[in-house]
């Protein structure tokens, strides 16, 4: 399931008093079982679901992002219900030459805007968003030292790389942030270096296998 599937599943089961509440919704709103089974793995908001949720009392921006609760009664968190939570690794680091990554230490939690990821980063939700450190200079000046990086997870990103586009990548060297530009031609991907004084790297397809794409950078703190 997506966030938003678990969320819409938690409270149809709520709702309905069964976790087998398929056919009665499919019944209640002319919709198909089968179109009702997809909810779970919906990664946006569709307009059955918006309308079931409406009718049944469930606050839109908890279903959505995870603000507030269920029902809008109370705040997650203590926090404004247009903020929404996203883990934070603060002792993961990209670099130029051999990062920190470690996923299985707890991340602290961050508080993030809904306007802020929406309309800043441009994403449609926070499914997958995370943020860690840059190390080194060698994305200078796009990526500083000691930026904090909005890294959306390769998976929840679709699965492909972007030619031009800048990611988190954890290699035998270490994890590199690095801008990607792709050779289908040569089958080689290319790990460029936004400061001019630091080289490009290639990695052949081969090569590739012993890499994993952690995920694209969206967007950055600079700390001053």
Not at 69 to 77: A, E, H, I, T, V
Not at 97 to 103: E, K, T
Not at 160 to 170: S, T
Request: glycine share 12%; hydrophobic share 35%; aromatic share 10%.
């Amino acid at each position: 399931m997506t966030e938003i599937g678990k969320r819409f599943h938690e409270a149809m089961t709520k709702v309905y008093g069964t976790d087998r509440y398929g056919n009665i919704i499919a019944n209640e709103y002319g919709i198909s079982p089968q179109a009702v089974s997809k909810f779970k793995k919906a990664k946006k908001l569709t307009d059955n679901m918006k309308r079931i949720a409406a009718e049944k009392g469930i606050y839109l921006p908890w279903l959505e992002y995870g603000a507030g609760d269920m029902f809008g009664n109370k705040q997650l968190s203590s926090a404004p219900s247009n903020t929404v939570s996203i883990p934070f690794y603060p002792d993961i680091y990209a670099s130029a030459g051999g990062g920190a990554y470690n996923y299985d230490t707890a991340p602290k939690k961050v508080p993030v805007s809904i306007e802020f990821i929406t309309e800043i980063l441009g994403l449609p939700s926070y499914e997958g968003l995370h943020l860690i450190t840059a190390v080194g200079d060698s994305m200078s000046p796009t990526i500083e030292s000691g930026d904090r990086l909005y890294v959306l997870n390769y998976e929840q990103d679709g699965g492909q790389l972007r030619d031009g586009g800048i990611y988190v990548i954890q290699t035998p060297m270490g994890v590199l942030v690095k801008r990607v530009y792709i050779k289908p031609a040569d089958k080689v991907i290319v790990l460029h270096s936004d400061n001019s004084n630091v080289g490009d790297e290639r990695i052949t397809g081969d090569e590739l296998d012993d890499c994993i794409i952690v995920g694209r950078v969206v967007g950055g703190v600079r700390k001053y």
